[in-house]
């Protein structure tokens, strides 16, 4: 028996393992298990190349089998297993990394496959739960002796003769009293659903205190009584993960039913996803994975994506926003990329150069997927729009060099309800030269409540005037910046003025009186000092009032709502403009008769029902409004 102290100050390394390299707890069993990975891809690589010879019936696994009783947790694997050399070196000496002595030694002759773990503190995580913890292990070596390591509170050990016989390692641990909980059994299944859905050896799982599960065959017995094939079947044990998951595949060989059911099974949602990119790169650096867009049914602020993040199939972090673009963080999906280190630090990746790439590399995938959507299959483009455009114009507006790959494939939804680009839309739009502008620009007219300014709407559908409905939130910003981007073009919301295209030609100088005239009635018998009243000829007579809101003013407006500044007052008035139509009759008998005996009531009416038509009134203007309908309709009989 050998007994000695672990080597390097194993009093300072510990309590950082305790508290500051792995911040959950958990983590441990991550570290367990992808050693068990490791000893088994190490295994099979020798055995590639002829240096180990295997059993005909060899099926590697590993094993986590919790006894709740006993208060322990045992991780077993069927890998290459360690001689006693091998746990001095790889176990006492704890600053050594097996892994990159192992590959340093084999780089040239197997390839490629990644190990886990750089670190080489992933085993002593196990002393994070556990007082005691002992490993077995039988190294694959033909004549090799199995070991017994035993260690309490990781300070010193004890070597022996082991009486392990199977090749291979286990390794128990025995609970502290505050980490109980992971040798419960749903706990348990949970962790390992995290950290180990995807690694690439099929891991079971055990109860020491349940016997072992015969799952009951129904009576699916031949003719002779004995169980058939099928039934067979059932009663071998399923692995709990998945070795070789969906995006680990060629994205050609992967059917649309399979990434829908990835999807089920990680993010638990039963919604489809919209679509989905399956990313797939070698060089400069080896990079899979998948990202949904889902269906999102809430409000844009309110939901929040998942992406997680894998080194070669074992879990490192949800949702590390330095490798996700941030627009894309509302995305659903799975990121492997075995030359992230499975140990991150936040602050660290912060300042990774490769970390920038990658999320480059995400960033500009993303685009080549909806250009090319937009390209050859249009009709799903427009079919999704709605629920990606959200994402697209936060990514614009986030990401020059997205939205600079974007910018031609924007859509917008028109009053007809197609779809058309910024480009579409301006060949049919009039140009105009604003006060103070030195060249003309285009107009851009704007939805941004459809029900609220469904009669703006008709006017221009009337008058064959299109417009862009944008109604989300995002919507503003995304504005100012198109403007910024092309100055040959401004919008102005479909309330914002009278559209050249409903103006009649008609005497300026007639107008102009009118108007002068026309807003000293209305400012009289509105009581309102600083109404602003202008008369336009419209083309249709029907019309008799609009309320329009100049662009400028409702945009600061809206900038000062959203700083919480709701009260406005006055000003909230002076901006609006009440547009009356010179060539409706009521108008007209209003400037001729300003003294009539109904011309007061007319007024009221035009003013109310223009404002109705622009926003909702307020409980005193309604209960005015509902009284003089009344009294009008009295009138009609
Ligand atoms: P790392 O995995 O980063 O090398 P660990 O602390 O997790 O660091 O493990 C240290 C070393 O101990 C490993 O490199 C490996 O050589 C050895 N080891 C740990 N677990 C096993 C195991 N289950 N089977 C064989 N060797 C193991
Ligand atoms: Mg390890």
Wanted: hydrophobic residues 35%; aromatic residues 10%; contains cysteine.
């Amino acid at each position: 028996m050998k007994q000695g102290s672990l080597s390097i100050n194993s009093e300072n390394i510990f309590p950082i393992i305790k508290k500051w390299l792995y911040s959950d707890h958990d983590i441990f069993t991550r570290e367990l298990v992808s050693n068990g990975c490791d000893a088994i891809t190490k295994l099979k690589k020798l055995s590639l190349i002829g240096e180990a010879e295997l059993p005909d019936d060899n099926e590697w696994k590993i094993t986590v089998r919790i006894n709740p009783e006993e208060k322990t947790l045992t991780f077993i694997d069927n890998g290459i297993g360690m001689t006693e050399e091998e746990v001095e070196e790889y176990i006492n000496q704890i600053a050594f990394s097996g892994a990159t002595d192992f590959l340093a030694k084999y780089k040239d002759k197997a390839s490629e496959d990644q190990i886990i773990g750089h670190f080489g503190l992933g085993f002593y995580s196990a002393f994070m739960v556990a007082h005691k913890v002992t490993i077995d292990t039988l190294s694959y070596k033909p004549g090799a002796q199995a070991v017994h390591w035993e260690s309490e509170e990781g300070m010193e050990f004890s070597m022996d003769a082991s009486d392990r016989t199977e090749r291979g390692t286990e390794i128990t641990l025995y609970l502290n009293e505050d980490s109980y909980e992971f040798s419960n059994e749903y706990r348990m299944k949970e962790i390992l659903e995290k950290y180990c859905s995807f690694m690439p050896v099929p891991i079971f799982f055990e109860d020491e205190t349940k016997p072992v599960e015969s799952p009951v065959v129904d009576a699916k017995v031949s003719e002779d009584g004995t169980a058939t094939e099928e039934a067979k079947e059932e009663k071998k044990p399923e692995p709990l993960n998945e070795i070789f998951p969906l995006f680990m595949h060629t994205p050609s060989e992967c059917t649309e039913e399979e990434y829908k059911e990835f999807y089920r099974k990680v993010f638990h949602d039963y919604k489809e996803p919209l679509f989905w990119i399956h990313l797939n790169m070698d060089y400069p650096f080896n990079l899979k994975g998948i990202l949904y867009f889902p269906k999102i049914n809430t409000e844009y602020d309110s939901i929040e994506g998942t992406i997680k993040l894998y080194n070669s199939q074992v879990f490192i972090a949800d949702n590390i926003k330095e490798v996700i673009p941030e627009f894309l963080m509302l995305l659903k999906g799975v990121i492997d990329c075995p030359d992230i280190p499975l140990n991150v630090s936040r602050s660290a990746l912060q300042n990774d150069g490769f970390v920038k790439k990658i999320s480059d590399y995400i960033s500009k995938k993303v685009a080549d997927k909806l250009s090319g959507m937009y390209k050859t299959e249009r009709e799903s483009y427009e079919r999704c729009w709605d629920d990606i455009c959200p994402f697209i114009k936060f990514g614009c507006l986030k990401d020059t060099k997205f939205c600079e790959k974007m910018k031609d494939f924007i859509i917008y939804k028109n009053l007809d309800g197609k779809y058309v680009t910024l480009p579409e839309y301006l060949e049919n739009a009039s140009e105009a030269k604003a006060d103070g502008e030195e060249k003309a620009k285009k107009t851009v007219y704007y939805v941004t409540d459809e029900r609220q300014q469904s009669q703006y709407i008709n006017m221009f559908k009337e008058a064959g005037t299109d417009a862009l409905i944008m109604t989300h939130n995002i919507d503003q910003p995304f504005i100012t910046q198109l403007e910024q981007d092309n100055d040959t073009c401004r919008f102005l919301r479909i309330d914002a003025d009278v559209a050249e295209a409903f103006r009649e030609e008609g005497s300026e100088e007639e107008l102009a009186k009118e108007t002068e005239a026309l807003t000293a009635l209305f400012r009289r018998v509105l009581c309102k000092e600083k109404l602003t009243v202008k008369v336009e000829k419209l083309k249709n007579a029907a019309i008799a009032s609009v309320i329009t809101l100049s662009e400028e003013n409702r945009r600061m407006q809206d900038m000062m709502k959203m700083y919480g500044m709701s009260n406005f007052g006055d000003m909230d008035m002076t901006n609006e403009t009440l547009v009356l139509n010179a060539g409706n009759s009521l108008v007209q008998y209003v400037f001729e008769n300003p003294s009539g005996a109904n011309t007061d009531i007319i007024c009221e009416q035009l003013y109310d029902l223009a404002m109705l038509a622009h926003k909702p009134l307020d409980a005193e203007a309604m209960t005015k409004f509902m009284e003089r309908s009344n009294r009008i309709l009295g009138m009609l009989i």
